[in-house]
């Protein structure tokens, strides 16, 4: 595993319950395999180019804590850009923006762009290499 839990608890702003732990080493599990399943739609091998790279492990282990903290800390509160309160005669309001939900989901994990770009992954799909213009179509001759 290339987060531990220790690892990325010692970076968060928050103490987890027991069973907040034991979802958020379920989620280190899956945003590996999100990252490492990248790499193989993209037809590269994770584990080889680990070996050649050294930065790609230290850039996998930043984009999988990300991920998982991002889970952590927005993923209940997802959408909700503002809350507000009054004591007396009791009033409550919320708002929501979409905003969060490109970097996380409720209960999910989202490989970003940029993160894909931390890992030297292309961002976008379409072509990757260079071609050629077509040649052009004949033109008629005027009569």
Do not use: C
Request: no cysteine; hydrophobic share 40%.
């Amino acid at each position: 595993m290339l987060v531990t839990l220790p690892d990325l608890t010692s970076r968060l702003p928050v103490v987890l319950t027991p069973e907040q732990a034991a979802q958020v080493e379920t989620l280190l599990g899956d945003a590996e395999w999100k990252v490492r399943d990248a790499f193989t739609r993209a037809g590269r091998d994770f584990d080889r180019e680990s070996e050649l790279k050294l930065w790609l492990v230290r850039s996998a282990q930043e984009v999988i804590r990300d991920m998982v903290a991002a889970a952590v800390l927005i993923g209940p509160s997802v959408g909700r850009s503002s809350v507000s309160s009054t004591t007396g005669a009791e009033a409550d309001s919320e708002a929501f923006a979409m905003d969060t939900m490109r970097v996380t989901g409720f209960a999910r994990l989202i490989l970003t762009a940029s993160h894909r770009e931390e890992l030297g992954l292309p961002s976008t799909v379409g072509n990757r290499g260079r071609f050629p213009r077509p040649p052009r179509y004949p033109e008629k001759e005027a009569r």
